[in-house]
Nanobody
Framework: QVQLVESGGGSVESGGSLRLSCVGS????????MSWYREAPGKARELVAG??????TYADAVKGRFTYSRDDDRNTIYLQMDRLKPEDTALYFC?????????WGQGTQVTVSP
């Protein structure tokens, strides 16, 4: 059974930093396409960062502030979020695409105050 567990969310002031983690289990992690999404109140869920092979893609809104990384030995992906802004406030989800089948984590809340 594919399972994803996110952690690291919290409340910070504008300009602060957070590091999200997502641990995967129940699948061959190194073969999965792993991504971060977020969903803000009243808005559609959007891709924040993800990678295929050696290529990492970022949403324009987070380029230069967020850094995606993965550690296949630990079955974990990370999202380092720096210079956070109030508009980054959202529920952040981990997503795994394993052989064209997708699974979502439960999400971790990030709240950035002005």
């Amino acid at each position: 059974q594919v399972q994803l567990v996110e952690s690291g969310g919290g409340s910070v002031e504008s300009g602060g930093s957070l590091r999200l983690s997502c641990v995967g289990s129940g699948f061959r992690f190194s073969h999965a396409v792993m991504s971060w999404y977020r969903e803000a109140p009243g808005k559609a869920r959007e891709l924040v960062a993800g990678n295929i092979g050696v290529t990492t893609t970022y949403a324009d809104a987070v380029k230069g502030r967020f850094t995606y990384s993965r550690d296949d030995d630990r079955n974990t992906i990370y999202l380092q979020m720096d210079r956070l802004k109030p508009e980054d406030t959202a529920l952040y989800f981990c997503y795994a695409n394993v052989l064209q089948k997708g699974t979502w984590g439960q999400g971790t809340q990030v709240t950035v105050s002005p």
